[in-house]
Nanobody
Framework: QVQLVESGGGSVQAGGSLRLSCAASGSIFSVDNMGWYRQAPGTQRELVAGIMWDGSTNYADSVKGRFTISRDNAEHTVYLQMDSLKPDDTAVYYC????????????????WGLGTQVTVSS
């Protein structure tokens, strides 16, 4: 089994910054793509940012230029630096990872963290 543990959420005023971290642990041979999603009350979960093994990234239009995703492959950890936060960024943020668990099995298993709350006040 694989566990994803997020940290770094909290409350901040508009214009402030937060840094989220997510560490994967357990039966891991390698981790392919990792990403951050968010879900506000009454809305669907949406992709915020994703990062591939090779470091290539993609962002939702709403966070481009404000958020930066990065990863540490050796530690199976992904980060999300969030700057210039807005009240619309308020949501539960979830970490996601596609994990190859065994060397002999190339299948990627999809895992989610439990989420961390980010609240931005105006």
């Amino acid at each position: 089994q694989v566990q994803l543990v997020e940290s770094g959420g909290g409350s901040v005023q508009a214009g402030g910054s937060l840094r989220l971290s997510c560490a994967a642990s357990g039966s891991i041979f390698s981790v392919d793509n990792m990403g951050w999603y968010r879900q506000a009350p009454g809305t669907q979960r949406e992709l915020v940012a994703g990062i591939m093994w090779d470091g290539s990234t993609n962002y939702a239009d709403s966070v481009k230029g404000r958020f930066t995703i990065s990863r540490d492959n050796a530690e199976h950890t992904v980060y999300l630096q969030m700057d210039s936060l807005k009240p619309d960024d308020t949501a539960v943020y979830y970490c996601n990872a596609a994990v190859q668990m065994y060397a002999r099995d190339s299948h990627l298993y999809n895992y989610w963290g439990l989420g961390t709350q980010v609240t931005v006040s105006s």
